[in-house]
């Protein structure tokens, strides 16, 4: 499974490596995410805001 979580922050952070140690989830992407989840394995930043609904939505 592939998991999306919004936002740049220390929870999002923390969010994205405790959901990254599921054995059911592939790849943990972060929109926009920052340097902390930059360097975790299985998750990804994704260059995009947030707030950018449309860019969210074709993602």
Known sequence: MNILILGNGGREHALAWKAAQSPLA?????AP?????????????????A?????????
């Open 33 to 49: 995410g920052n340097g902390g989840t930059a360097q975790e394995a299985n998750i990804k930043n994704v260059d995009i805001s």
């Open 26 to 30: 592939e790849t943990v992407f972060v």
């Open 51 to 59: 707030t950018d609904i449309p860019a969210l939505i074709t993602f």
